[in-house]
């Protein structure tokens, strides 16, 4: 494994100054429409509106860079962004054309250079590798970096001492991060524990892998869930759903638009569509029956507001 239980703590204790312990909610309506009881990680809560300021802190303030680049389509752009400014130093962010403006405008609110690309003819990783070796920056990926993924399960670490026995863990797939670092600790802390993820029916990257048994590439999703159009799992992250996610589901663009207005008329809380995408899993009984206590990660709340116009 890539990384352990104990990364995943030495990343909380790591991060504490940096991240809030978001609230962990449930529904009483949400759990009689989908059969479980619930108990959402509401990450949408955390600084920067998403989970990703725990891998990006946990990596810059291991790493103790002199300056950060990334590439980003909108919620690791912020949690770079503020991460390098809670240490001082200068972060650049690759973000492509079609990024939510709340998001780009976040990311330079927080102070950060962004680098505008075309996500359908350019390649991130080769301009932020570019613009690295330019400024002689260290390069803070988004989702398949050991440090990366062991400050992302820390959402998970966090909801298992809120609610020590649940019997399932949801979790939004992008590019693995997320999922990788929560099940680790999730399987670490209770090896009986049943660990999901679930994608965008039009974002099915780790889907076709895992029906493939290898990493599959696909083109660039259209989805609404923007957060979660990653074209291939993780080098790292991969390995890890493998072997500890029992399955992959599929919502689609309208299923995650019914949990979106479902949490906010019902829950009122604002979700982006990647950060309702587990929700929507549970909501429509993708998963399996009788799950029992299901911990639900919320992953985000950024969300335009004409796309929340548009519901």
């Excluded at 330019?134 to 989702?143: H, K, L, M, Q, S």
């Excluded at 999703?221 to 072997?243: C, E, H, N, Y």
């Amino acid at each position: 494994m890539t990384i352990t239980l104990d990364d995943i703590r030495a990343a909380a204790a790591r991060i504490s100054s940096i991240t809030h312990r978001t609230p962990v909610m449930t529904s009483r309506t949400f759990n009689s429409l989908s059969g479980v009881s619930a108990h959402f990680k509401c990450e949408n809560f955390q600084r920067g509106g998403a989970f990703k300021l725990r891998g990006a802190a946990n990596a810059i303030l291991a790493l103790k860079p002199a300056r950060v680049v990334a590439y980003s389509s909108g919620n690791h752009a912020q949690a770079v962004a503020i991460a390098a400014r809670e240490v001082g130093i200068q972060a650049t962010i690759v973000m492509p054309n079609d990024a939510p403006k709340s998001k780009v405008d976040g990311t330079r609110g927080y102070g950060a250079e962004v680098v505008i690309y075309d996500r359908l003819r350019e390649d991130r990783v080769a301009i932020g590798e570019a613009l690295a070796r330019e400024y002689n920056a260290t390069i803070i990926p988004p989702f398949d970096h050991p440090l990366v993924m062991a400050g992302q399960g820390t959402a998970a670490l966090e909801l298992i001492e809120a609610v020590p026995d649940l019997d399932a863990l949801v979790v939004c797939v992008g590019g693995g991060g997320l999922i990788s670092g929560c099940a680790t600790a999730a399987k670490s802390l209770n090896p009986n524990i049943r660990v999901f993820g679930v994608e965008p029916s039009d974002g099915n990257d780790t889907w076709l892998s895992l029906q493939a048994g290898h990493q599959v590439h696909i083109d660039p999703p259209t989805t609404i869930a923007d957060g979660l159009r990653a074209q291939s799992p993780g080098k790292l992250t991969f390995p890890i759903v493998q072997q500890l996610v029992e399955q992959v589901v599929l919502v689609t663009d309208d299923e995650i638009r019914a949990a979106m207005k479902f949490a906010l008329l019902r829950m009122k809380i604002l979700i982006e569509p990647s950060g309702a995408v587990a929700m929507a899993a549970v909501l429509h009984q993708k998963l399996p029956p009788n799950l029992g206590r299901v911990g639900i990660i919320v992953s985000g709340g950024n969300v335009d507001f004409e796309v929340l116009q548009s519901l």
